[in-house]
C-alpha cells in the first residue's frame, strides 16, 4: 500500500485485519447458516464470535510461512482458539467450502467498503462543485478549443460540465459496487459437491450478497475488471479537471490557482514560484491508476477452473488504486476549496483577443441578411486573419470591409460584439449539469 | 480498417460514405427542426434529402484537401449541390452549429450501429453455447484449478458458466449502447449561443438520440471510454473461452478440438499437425482489443473546451476494435458449430489422477464421523502424497491406512468414489446459468 | 493498415506483395546454400527467380483459403509456376525448414527496411532542429516550470534539447534494428533436426542478418518488444515536442505557431480560429502507439515451442505502429519548416512576470553578501509574494525592503537583473546538445 | 513499497533513508567542486559529512509537512544541524542547485544500485540454468507448438534457450544501468544560470555519472522510460519460463514440477492438490510489471522546462516494480532450484503421439526418393490422419499404405522413427545458447 498517499479510513479496509475480520465473517455467515444442519449449537456459534478475531493476524503470518497457504493458516490459528470451547464449530468450520469461497466472498465486501467511501468523496466533491458553479454563474472567460480562444463561457457552466462528469463517476461507482456484490459459496470448483446452494444463498444473503450464478473455483473476473473500470474513469475525470486549472494557472493566464499554504515554498531555487503541484500530483496519481487496468483484464483469463495467477496483482492494485482514487477526490475537494478565481483577468483575457471571440454572430448575421454560408465565411475569415496579424480589433477590421458593410449596418454589427447575447443558455446548462 | 478481419456488415458502418451519410442526416434532422423558425420550404427539404447523399465522398476528400478540414469539406461539397435547388437550406445548413456537433452526434449514431451488431453476434454465441451446456449436462470431465485435476466437472456446467459470462457481457454492450447514445447540437463550446437547446432535443429526438447534458465543443469523451471497456471485456471473454479450448486440444489432453477443415494443413514441416490456431488467434486478437484502452482513457483529458487529439486515436480504434471483436465472435461461433467434444477421453483423463478427485469427500466423510478437519485433513494428504508417487490407486492407498479405517468403513470409503454424489446441482448451475 | 496515414514508401514495405517478396528472398536464399549439397542446378535457381515474383499475391490468397496456411499457400503458388521448368527446386523448396522459419526471417527483412526509413524521418527532423537551435541561439523567452514561469531561456537551448532528444531516440533505432536482425533457418522446433546449422549461417549471410542463437519454432518475441519501444520512445519524443508548440501557441503566449495554409479553415463556425491541429494530431498518434506497446510484451509469453497468438497483433500493430510513427516524423518536419516564431511576443511574455524569473540571483547575490540561505530565501519570497499580489515589479518591491537594501546595492540589485548574465552557457549548451 | 514482495537489500535501496542519503551525497560532491571557488575549509566539509547524515529522515518529514517542498526541508534539516560549526558550508549548500537537480542525481544513483541487484539476481538464474541445461542435454521430450506435440527437442536445449534469453535481459539491464547514469546538476532550467557546466562535470565525475547533454528543469524522462523496458522485458522472460513450468506440471502432463514444500498444503478443501503456485505468481508479477509501463512512458511528455506529474508514479512504480521483479528472480532461483524434473514421464509422454512427431523426416526421405513435396505432404497427411482418429502407430498406417511403401522400403520407413537422428544438433545448441 502507497504510504505517502494512504488516508486512514482507506487504508483500513485494505489493512490485513480487516481482510482477516471479514473473512472470519464468511465463515460464520456460512456456519450459522449451517448450523441447523449439522446441530451446532448457538452456543458455541457465540463463543467462537467472541473468540476468533482476538489477535488473529500475528498468528496467521506465522502459520503462513509453514503451510504456504493463507487460508488454512487461518484455520488453523482459529482452530486453536476454538477447538476446547467451540468443538462442533472446530469440526464444521470452512466445511465443504474451499478457500477461495471466503477469499473472494470477503474481497466483494471489502470492494462494497472501498466504493462506499469513494462515494462519499465523489459526494463531497461534487457539493463543492454545485456551490462553486451557482457562484460563477455569470463569471464570463474566454471558452478556450485547441488551447485558442473560441466564443465566451461562463466559468459557472464549465464547472456544471465538471459536475455533470462527477454525476456519472457516481453513478458508474454504485453499480461497479452492485457488479462487485457477488460472493461465492459452492466449494472447490464451484459445482456444491458438498455443501448445496441453498446453504450459500442463506449465507450470502446474512452479508448482503448475490451469489454467483455459475462460478468456477473463483469469482469470475470479468466482474473485477469491469469493477476497476469506475476506478479509472473517475480519476480521469480528476485529471481532466486538474488539468484545466494547471492551464488557468499558467503565467499568461493566470485566472485561476489552487491554494498556496502560508509557509509554502515552491521552489529551492527560485523563491517567487506559485506552482501548481497539487493538480499536477492528481495528473500522475491518474496516469498510475489507468496504467493498472490491463493487468487487471489480464486476470479475467485464467486457465480452466482457476490459476491464482490473479492473486498477486490483485494484492498490489486493488489496494493502491483505491487509495490512490480516495487521495485524489480529498486532494481535489482541498484544491477546490482554496481555489482562488479572478473574474477579472477572465475579462482581461477575453479582452486580449480583440472581440475575434464574436466572429460566428458575425457569420449568422450575414447569413440572415441573405449571404450564402460560404460567403459570409469568407468576408469573416478575411477580417480575422487581417485582427490576426496587424492587432487591429475585429470589429474595426469589419467595419473597414466594404462587403461587410453594405450588408449589415454599423448598428448591426456592433451589436454582434454583446456579451449579453451569449448568456441565454447559462440557467438551462445550469440545470442540465445538476447544480441549478 | 483490419482488412484481413472486416466482416462487411461491421466494415461498412465504419465505411467513410456511412460516416458522411449519418454526418449529413444530422444536419438533416438540425434542418427539419429549424425548418418552420426559418421559413424553409419542405421543398427544400426534399429536394436536398435527394441531392445531398449522390457521390459524396469523393468530393469531400479533394475538397478536404483544401481546406484542411472534413465538415466544412463536407458543407462544401453539399452546398454545390443544392444551391440552386434549395437556397434557404444552403443558407440555414449547419446554421449556428459547429462540426464536434455533427462528428459527435453522428459518431453515437455509428456506435449504436456497430453495438447492434455486436449483440447480434453475441446472441449467436449465447444460443449455441446453451445448446452445448444442455448436450452435455452428463458430459463428466476434471475439474482443473491450477492446472491440476480437482474435482470432477460437468463439461455443459462449464459451458454454462461461459453462457453465464456471456450474458453479462451482453448486458455491459446494451448500457454502452446507452451511454454512448448521446449527441450534441450545441454550438461552438456547448453554450447554444445561436441555436438554443429547444432544437437540440428536437432534432436529436428524430435520431433517437438524448442530449449531453454539458457538452464542451465535444460530447465528453469518459462516455466513449465507458463505451470502450464493454468490447475490452467482451473480448476477454472469448480469450478465456479460446484458452480453454487450447488447453483441451493439448496432445496429452486432447477433450476437446476446434474443427479442423478438409484440405486445410497444419504445418508446412509437420504433415500431423492439427492445431488450435482459430483459438490462439482468438487470443492475440483480445490482446490487442485491450491494448487499445489506455489511448481511449487518455482520450479523456482534452484541454479546456477540447483539443482534437482524440480524433487521430478514434480515427483507428474505433473502427478497427469493434472489426476485430465482431470478427472474434463469428470466428468463436464457427469454433463452437464445430467443436469435438471426446467424453471417452475425458473419462479416461479423469482415472487418470487415480482417484485422487475424490479427496473432499473423504475428507469430510472422516470430519462427519467425528475427526477434526485438520487431523481429516493430514490423513487424507498423506494417502493422496503416496498415490502420488506410487501410482497406487487413492483408494487402495487409504484401505491401507489403519488410521483411516478404523474411522471409516470399507463400504464408507469406497462410496466417496462414486461420481454420482457430484451431480446433485448440476441442473440448478445450469438454470443459474441461463441454459436450462 | 491505416490509410489516412500511410506514406507510400513505409506502406509500401507492410504491403503483402512486399511480404511475399521478402518470404520468397528467403526461400531462395537457403536454395543457394542448399544448391551444391543436393546438386540444384545453377539454370534451375534462375528460373526459380524469375518465375516466382510474378503475381504471386492473388495465388496466395486463393490458395490460402483452401489449406488455412499462408506458408503452404505460397510454397503450393510458387510450385505451380515453376514445376516444369525446375524440377529440383520444386523439390527442395523449403527443404527442412517451417513455415516460421520463412515468416520470421523475411519479417526481420521487413523490421530494417522499415527501421531505415524511421532513421531517414528523424534525420530530417533532426536537421531541421540544428538549423533552428542555431538561429535562435539568442532568441530569449520565459523558461517554465509547472507552467509558471521560472528562469529565461534561450529558445534555440530548447531546441537544442529536442535535438539531443532526437539524437538518444535516432541511437535507440539503431539498436532496435540490429536487434531485430535475426533469422531463424532451425526448422520445426529450431532444432536443425533436417539441416544444419551452417545451412542456416550461409543463408542468413547472404540476407545479412544472424542467426537466432536458441530458437523456438520462432524467433523468440522478447526482440520485437525490445524493437517496438524505440518505436514507443519516439513517438513520445514528437509528443512531448508537439506539446510544447501546443502551449506556445495559446491566444494568451502566442510565441510560436505552427503552419496554417492559405485555404486553410479552422473551425465550422468561428472563422476566426487558427487552431495548433497539427500538433494536436502527433500528440494523438501517439498515444495511439504507445497503447499498442502492452500487446507486444503479451506476445512474448508464447506456449511450449510457440502458439500463434502473436500473428494477429503483428499482423495489425506493426504496420500500424511504424505507419503512424512514419507520419508523424514526416508531419512534424512539416511543421518545424513552416513554425512561425515571434521572439517579440516572447520577450514580451517575459516581462510579464515583472522580474520575478531574476529572484534566484537575487537569493544567491544575498548569499554571497554574507546571508544564510535560509534568511535569503525568505527575504526574496516576501518580495516576491508582494509583486505577485499588486503587480509591482520586482525590483522595486525588493528596493523597498530595507533587509534587502541593507546588504545589497541599489547597483547590486540592479545588475541581477540583467539578462546578459543568463547568456554564459548558451554556446556549450547548443555543442552538448550536437547543434553547434 | 509492497511489503510482501520485499527482499531486504532491494527494499534497502528504496528506502527513504538511503534517498536522502544519497541527495546528500550529490549535495557533498557540489559542495567539494565548489569548495575551491568558494573558499569552503575542509574542516568544515568534514564536519558536514559527519553531521549531515544523523536522523535525518524524522526531521525531514516534520519539516516537509511545513513547507511542502522535499528538498527545502532536507536543506532545513541539515541546516539546522550545520550552521554553527559549518557555516560556510551552510551558506553554499546547495549553491546554484534546484531541488531537481539533486533529486534526479540521486534517482541516477539509486538505479544504479537497483540495477545491480537485479544484474546479481539474473546472473544467479543463468547459473541455474546453465546448470540444468547441461544435465539435461540428452533428456528428451515432445518439442509442442499449438500444445500438441512437433517434434522431439531436448529439454536441456529448451533451458539453452531460456539461458539465451537471460542473457539478452542482463545486457539489456547493463545497457539500462548506463542509459540512467546521467545526472544534471544545471540548476533552474538547466542552463548553469548561477554555476557552470565544469563544476557539473567536476561533482557528477564524484558520483561516476555523466552530465545530462541538455536537460530541462530534469533530466529528460526518455531515459527512465528506457530504462524501464529492460525490467518488464525481464519480467515477461520469467512469466515465459514460468508458463511452461506450469504446462509441464499439469496433471495430464506431469514432466516437471516446481518444489513442494514438507508441510506445504495445496488445497484448504483437497488435500491431494500440489500446484504449480510459485509460478503462477510469477505470471500475475510480470503482468503486474508490464502494466506500469504506460504510466512511465506518459511521463515523458512534460510540459515545457518540466511539471511534476511524473513524480508521483515514479515515488510508486519505480519501488514496486524493482522490488518485483527482485523477488520474482529470486523465486524464480527458488524454483529451479527445487525443480523435479520427470524424464521417464516425458519419454512416455513423447511416446503418446504415436510416432507422429517423426512425420517431417518421413516427408522429407520421400522428397528425397524423388517425389514432389506437395505429394509427399499429401501421403504423409494422409496416414498422419488415420493415426490420429484410429490410434495405429504411425509407422503401421504409413506401412500400410502402398502408395509409401512403393518409394521407402521398410528398413527406410523404420529408420525415419530413430531418435538418435534428432541429436546431431544439440551440442552446437548448447554452445550458442552459452551453456556448454
Redesign the interface.
Known sequence: M?E??SRPEMAGIWAEDNRLRLMLGVEEAFLEALAGRKAIPASELKAFKAAAHQGLHQKVVALEA????E??AL??AV?AVI?DSAPAV??????????SDVLDTALALQLRQAADILLKDWEEVAGRLRTLARAHAQTWM??????????P??FG??L??W???AL??ME?LRRARETAGFGKL?????????A??ELELEALGKLGLK?E?????VV?R??H??YF?AL??SA??I??FA??I??L?????LEAEEPF?K???????????????LC??L??????I??????V?????????????????E???LP?AHI?LDFMLARFKKVLDGLQVHPERMKE?LD??LG??F???V??RL?DA?????DA?EL??RS??K??KTREP?LKSLQADPAVTKTLSKGELAACFDLD??K???Q??LA???VA
Open positions: 502507497i505517502r498517499y509453514q503451510s504456504g497457504h487460508v488454512i484455520l488453523a482452530s477447538q472446530n469440526r464444521y468450520l470452512h466445511y465443504g467450502l474451499t478457500s474566454a471558452g478556450r478549443t485547441h488551447g485558442v480562444h473560441a466564443e463561457i461562463s457552466v464549465k456544471a460540465g459536475h455533470a462528469e456519472r463517476n458508474r459452492s466449494g472447490a470448483v464451484g459445482c456444491f459437491t458438498q448445496g446452494p451469489p450464478p455459475v462460478a468456477t473455483q469470475p470479468d466482474r475488471a469491469d473500470h479509472v474513469l480521469a475525470a485529471e481532466r488539468t484545466e494547471r492551464h494557472q499558467r503565467t499568461e493566464v499554504g509557509g509554502q515554498k515552491g521552489s529551492s531555487a527560485m523563491p517567487h514560484k506559485r506552482n501548481p503541484i499536477e500530483n495528473c500522475g496519481l491518474a496516469r498510475l489507468r496504467s493498472y487496468e490491463s493487468a483484464v489480464e486476470d479475467i483469463v485464467l486457465w480452466h477452473e482457476r490459476d491464482i495467477s490473479h492473486s498477486s496483482v494484492r498490489v492494485i493502491d490512490a483575457n486580449r483577443s475575434l471571440v466572429s460566428q454572430t457569420l449568422l447569413v441573405g449571404l450564402s454560408r460560404e465565411y469573416v475569415q480575422a486573419m485582427t490576426w475585429f447575447s451569449y441565454g443558455a447559462v438551462e446548462l442540465r449539469g445538476g
